[in-house]
């Protein structure tokens, strides 16, 4: 013997950590990853949706009177109309059955309708004790008159 231990009994325990860790670390990034492809997902939808509210809203706003007068030298956008056509189109949708706690924001400014949705979303793999995040998206559109 040259002074070397050849039992392998003392190492038997010492992967079994080691693979626990590495799971646990796997199940934290695929549930990272699929709750942040959730939540990118419902962005783009809530930017859609707030898009589609936006231009409802500008091409609601003269309606007729485009069609039959113009818009003449400046399209000013009232702020009132602006909301009460978004939320018609909103409405119309369904988005408020597919996204529950929909909250919509409508300013306008001169020539501009901007749109802004929040909805709370439930996350595919959420922590226990985590609040419900929300989710924004926003648009705007613009109405020009060309001389």
């Not at 079994?16 to 939540?39: E, K, N, Q, R, Y």
């Not at 091409?59 to 978004?86: K, M, S």
């Not at 919509?104 to 949705?117: I, K, N, Q, Y």
């Amino acid at each position: 013997m040259t002074g070397r231990s050849t039992r392998r009994g003392d190492e038997g325990g010492s992967v079994t950590p080691l693979i626990i860790g590495f799971a646990l670390v796997l199940a934290v990034l695929v549930a990272v990853v699929v709750d942040a492809s959730a939540a990118y997902l419902r962005r783009q939808s809530l930017d859609h949706l707030a898009d589609s509210a936006a231009l409802a809203a500008t091409d609601g706003i003269q309606g007729r009177e485009v069609y039959t007068g113009g818009l003449g030298a400046v399209a000013e956008i009232d702020e009132a109309t602006a909301r009460r056509y978004a939320a018609a189109f909103v409405a119309a949708s369904g988005a408020e059955r597919r996204y529950p706690g929909l909250r919509m924001s409508v300013t306008a400014r001169d020539d501009v309708v901007v749109v802004r949705l929040a909805a709370p979303m439930d996350l595919p793999l959420s922590v226990p004790g985590v609040s419900t995040p929300r989710v924004t998206g926003s648009a705007s559109s613009e109405v020009r008159v060309a001389p």
